[in-house]
């Protein structure tokens, strides 16, 4: 980088470090996720790639609630759950503060009827994913007494006795 005329030497030297920095902190940071040391949370903005939460050997994508129906304290939770890992993971609890009881349900169709059931475990296969959308398997909400906040964050506890705190972003009704 050439120092301009009009530039003090000062201006000119946080230029060029700046720039080594910023390239520094790109690699560090690459190297970092590309090796799975980094624990990381993206948030993504309207027409962008989902937010990704990985602790290994669970990453977890696009996790987002329902603001529940007005007069109602009842919702719904979604995200894909991936097992990064070589053995099967369970999934058996699901809890947070600002929420009543959690549990996972499973949208069932028989004919003309549906019905929900309560699934005790959700058993994520080593390297598999189980995405949990509307219509299918999905968290089952009760208890909502306001209004969520913008983020909420559930706490998934599974059968090895492992625990991950995941922020959940809210959507409104009309929302996906």
């Known amino acids: 980088m050439t120092m301009r005329s009009n530039q003090s030497p000062r201006a000119h030297a946080a230029g060029v470090l700046g720039r080594g920095a910023g390239l520094l902190l790109v690699l560090l940071v690459s190297?970092?996720?590309?090796?799975?040391?980094?624990?990381?949370?993206?948030?993504?903005?309207?027409?962008?790639?989902?937010?990704?939460?990985?602790?290994?050997?669970?990453?977890?994508?696009?996790?987002?609630?329902?603001q529940p129906l007005p007069g109602t304290t009842r919702t719904a939770g979604y995200l894909v759950l991936e097992n990064l890992g070589p053995e099967a993971l369970v999934l058996v609890a699901a809890e947070s503060p600002l929420l009543g009881r959690i549990e996972i349900h499973e949208t069932l169709k028989s004919g003309d009827r549906v019905r929900m059931e309560r699934i005790d475990q959700l058993v994520l296969p080593a390297g598999g994913a189980v995405t949990l959308e509307p219509g299918g398997k999905h968290l089952m909400i009760f208890g909502v007494t306001a209004p969520l906040p913008a983020e909420i964050s559930i706490t998934f506890r599974l059968l090895s006795g492992k625990e991950q705190a995941i922020p959940f972003r809210t959507f409104g009704v009309t929302e996906s």
Not at 47 to 65: H, I, K, M, Q, S
């Open 31 to 66: 190297t970092a996720a590309s090796i799975g040391i980094w624990r990381f949370v993206t948030r993504s903005a309207a027409g962008t790639a989902p937010p990704v939460v990985e602790a290994y050997p669970l990453r977890v994508t696009d996790p987002r609630v329902r």
